[in-house]
């Protein structure tokens, strides 16, 4: 596709309940980022992943947040057992190159999850 | 520990008037800095960005930003604001290996008429 695209654009879900959360990167880019901006707040950086080099997971809240990239393209957000404080965007970048060169991110729209 | 401070939350500006977005950043090394804007319902788009060399660099929309190493700052500019500008804006430092940005809290822009 033409830019980062992400799915579904909003989720209501009860706390709780498990939610995954997709992105799909523009295509050959090898690194993608996971970010979360809750409401009046900054983009607060999740996890990182660069080709097939171990993801760098320092930004993961909690044990209940995981993500995995599946053949260094698509992307999955899981979040399990929400809690309301889950409640956020969640934004998705990539770029072309993580460790030289020009690496502009490129965003996605965006996940607008709610946890009732 | 590395952080971005966008010191203001709120600007109002007349259209036409000038705009000065202000940012600093703590970052124990050679910062690589962006500044990002975000329209309503619209993804975060990246405006410039500064890597190394001349200070003032040159981005889209007529925005330009300055580096100031001894301030730690890297304020953006435009010298005239169209109604278009009103938005929120990002400032952003990337590690010397970009796996990691950190973003400020962002600045509203809103424009009178």
């Known amino acids: 596709g033409a830019g980062v695209s992400q799915s579904p654009s909003n989720k209501v879900t009860e706390k709780g309940k498990d939610v995954e959360l997709r992105c799909d990167p523009i295509?050959?880019?090898?690194?993608l980022y996971w970010y979360r901006q809750s409401l009046g707040q900054g983009l607060e950086f999740l996890i990182y992943?660069?080709?097939?080099?171990?993801?760098?997971k320092s930004g993961l809240p909690s044990d209940r947040f995981s993500a995995e990239r599946t053949g260094g393209s698509v992307s999955t957000l899981t979040i399990q057992r929400t809690q309301q404080e889950d409640s956020a965007v969640y934004l998705c970048?990539?770029?072309?190159?993580?460790?030289?060169?020009?690496?502009?991110?490129?965003f996605g729209p965006g996940t607008r999850l709610t946890v009732l | 520990a590395q952080s971005v401070t966008q010191p203001d939350i709120h600007i109002t500006v007349s259209e036409g008037a000038s705009l000065e977005l202000r940012c600093n950043y703590s970052?124990?090394?050679?910062?690589?800095l962006f500044w990002y804007v975000q329209s309503p319902g619209q993804g975060l788009q990246l405006l410039l960005k500064?890597?190394?060399?001349?200070?003032l660099v040159q981005g889209i929309k007529g925005f330009e930003a300055e580096f100031k190493r001894s301030q730690s700052s890297f304020n953006l500019r435009k010298p005239s604001v169209h109604w278009s500008d009103a938005a929120e804006y990002f400032c952003?430092?990337?590690?010397?290996?970009?796996?990691?940005?950190?973003f400020g809290s962002g600045t509203k822009l809103n424009v009178k008429p």
């Open positions: 500064y890597f190394s060399g001349d200070t």
């Open positions: 992943f660069q080709g097939n080099s171990a993801p760098d």
């Open positions: 970052y124990g090394a050679t910062p690589y």
């Open positions: 952003a430092v990337g590690t010397y290996n970009f796996n990691k940005f950190y």
């Open positions: 970048a990539s770029s072309s190159s993580g460790t030289s060169g020009s690496p502009e991110q490129f």
């Open positions: 295509s050959g880019h090898t690194a």
